[in-house]
């Protein structure tokens, strides 16, 4: 019981109360003496006692739990041991004030209310991690019991083991089980006074462990529930047989328990008696045992203590930190490579990194120059990610019409951003690609290039590049077959060929360039198409200025076309061994 904060219900029989004192309530009795003692009879006939507080009878359990059970619950969730213990004469209430009457749901005792105290504290802090056992104990006749176990066996007091078996209990409604599975337990026997009186002593304890998570301090605290047997008064209630002998040892271990809580209240005793002979009072010796309860003053003791484990891991971490930290101020090359484990680990740290959409988040990994290179990459991929988020976030806030004005700034790294806005195929092209990895640094060349693949006219465009190509191979073998003919073409003279032979090549070569002249025009008129959906499309989703395409909707005749493609195919010379479609 040291280190203990004390509670003592008394559960008064006859008495007046006066709770209205500035310090605290009294009780008084008032015993006439007794006639046939003689006319001398120094008898006292008033016994006053001051309490903190008395209860009468018509006090609801609610009440008491407030009063009495949450604050010693508070201690003992700040890590305190605490105590109640419900003492008295048989049949004043002890049992319905600390387990509750099974009636009604309102009759709850003092140890389901706080049990579901304790986990409704638990779930509102969420800081600290709370772990909770139980155990119920049962003294009979000198003899332990623990009532959670199924056997039930039997065990001396000396035999009981000093750390005693209890249940890891997740919730509360796990508490309530073991709670109502004990008290099936109890042993229960019908006396004068009480129809189902306990015989027992029975001690539910709360073991509580909080600790900070990932910290090495844990406290540890406990709380008693005491529910004692009757203090019978043996030759008053005419016991016998069993209940006689089950009142004596009820009696002697009350007594023990007196003569502890004398010895606690007395300043300067070094020696604590917790065993030495009986108490046999009733009420009046009820009030006297209250009051030297009322009297102690334990100094009450933080139970916090360190986590042999987690300190050992804790340790284990500093000395690896100061070991890297050493190795980087005194410039300590480690050659040793990282292992797989420390890999991993660095891939979760970098992972969780990027993840994180907070540019301040940092990546921390110590003073170990082998992890900063091996995350310096990672560094940088960050900056780029971040740099494409803030081009797309400036990009929405922008309106719509707005947008291409604002060109400038977004060309590059917007597109992936841009792609969200446009509802074209391309754009969903774009979306499938790159929705969950954003284009990093996409300039508008390769926002052509992915624009066009998906573009209908481009199978076209392939197929009449690869006929040009083809046509443009036969033209120069044509030419290199007959060098008269190069002659003439180049220096215009034809009198060194045939004319059968010269003309057949003419009217073959001329074919040639007709078909390619035609495929010419029908490759830069798909070009020109595509460059204009994809003007469109870009300027509408702001990808490029609107400067960079020269031909607006009136220019598309077939003159304006070649024009245009003359000026793009300046180098290109049909008829000449060099041409080259410039596609
Ligand atoms: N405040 C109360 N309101 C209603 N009924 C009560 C109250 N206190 C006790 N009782 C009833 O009185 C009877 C005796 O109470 P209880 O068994 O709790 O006494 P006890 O002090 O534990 O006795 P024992 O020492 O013999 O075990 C029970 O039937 C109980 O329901």
Redesign the pocket.
């Known amino acids: 019981m040291e280190n203990n904060k004390f509670c003592c219900l008394w ?1 008064p029989q006859v008495y007046s109360v006066d709770n209205e004192e500035q310090t605290g309530a009294s009780l008084e009795f008032v015993v006439p003496r007794d006639l046939a003692d003689g006319f001398v009879n120094n008898k006292r006939e008033c016994y006053k006692f001051r309490f903190q507080k008395v209860f009468d ?1 018509a006090t609801k359990q609610e009440e008491i739990f407030e009063h009495i059970a949450k604050p010693v619950a508070d201690s003992v969730l700040a890590g305190y041991n605490g105590t109640i213990f419900a003492y ?10 600390i387990t509750g ?1 099974a009636q009604r749901y309102n009759d709850r005792g003092i140890v389901p209310r706080t049990l579901s105290y304790l986990y409704e504290r638990f779930s509102q802090d969420s800081n600290m991690v709370y772990t909770t056992n139980i155990s119920y104990l049962e003294i009979y006749n000198e003899v332990g019991y623990d009532l959670l176990d199924s056997r039930h066996e039997a065990s001396r007091l000396e035999d009981l083991p000093s750390v005693f078996p209890f249940f890891c209990i997740s919730n509360e409604e796990e508490a309530l089980n073991l709670l109502f599975l004990g008290d099936t337990n109890r042993m229960i026997a019908e ?1 004068p ?6 015989r027992s002593h029975c001690i539910f304890t709360v073991h509580l462990c909080r600790r900070e998570p990932g910290s090495a301090t844990v406290r540890r605290s406990k709380l008693h529930l005491v ?1 004692l ?2 203090s019978d008064r043996v030759s008053k209630t005419g016991l016998n047989g069993q209940l006689l002998t089950e009142a004596k040892y009820i009696n002697l271990s009350l007594h023990y328990l007196e003569q502890v809580i004398i010895a606690l209240s007395e300043k300067n005793r070094s020696h604590i008696p917790y065993r030495n002979s009986m108490l046999t009072s009733e009420s009046i010796s009820t009030c006297r045992f209250a009051q030297r309860v009322a009297l102690i003053k334990n100094e009450a003791i933080l139970n916090e203590e360190l986590d042999p484990a987690l300190l050992i891991a804790r340790l284990k971490r500093e000395v690896l930190s100061l070991k890297e930290e050493l190795a980087m101020v005194t410039g300590e090359q480690r050659d040793d490579q990282l292992t797989v484990e420390e890999i991993q680990k660095l891939e979760e740290q970098v992972k969780a990194f990027l993840d994180d959409t907070d540019p301040d988040f940092t990546l921390s990994l110590g003073p170990d120059m082998r992890k900063i290179q091996y995350c310096i990459l990672v560094k940088m991929l960050k900056k780029e990610k971040k740099r494409a988020q803030d081009a797309a976030a400036q990009l929405t806030s922008i309106p719509t019409d707005q947008r291409a004005s604002t060109m400038p700034l977004l060309k590059e790294g917007s597109v992936d951003a841009a792609s969200e806005n446009h509802g074209g195929r391309a754009a969903q092209h774009m979306k499938r690609g790159t929705s969950k990895k954003p284009f990093l640094s996409m300039g508008k060349k390769e926002a052509f290039e992915t624009f066009i693949r998906d573009h209908k006219d481009n199978l076209t465009i392939e197929d009449n590049k690869s006929l040009l190509k083809q046509r443009l191979g036969e033209h120069a073998n044509s030419t290199q077959k007959e060098p008269g003919i190069l002659l003439y073409l180049c220096m215009n003279l034809v009198l060194l060929i045939s004319p059968v032979s010269y003309k057949s090549t003419i009217d073959h070569l001329k074919a040639l360039r007709t078909e390619m002249e035609h495929l010419q025009l029908l490759l830069e008129r798909a070009k020109i198409k595509i460059h204009k959906d994809f003007h469109q499309w870009a300027i509408a989703t702001s990808t490029i200025s609107s400067s960079s395409f020269p031909l607006t909707g009136d220019q598309q005749t077939d003159a304006d076309i070649l024009a245009f493609i003359r000026a793009r195919t300046s180098s290109c010379c049909f008829g000449s061994r060099d041409a080259r479609c410039n596609v």
């Open positions: 559960l009878q008295g004469q048989t049949g004043s209430g002890k049992t319905f004030t009457g006396t006074m009480n129809q189902a009186s306990t529910d047997a009757g």
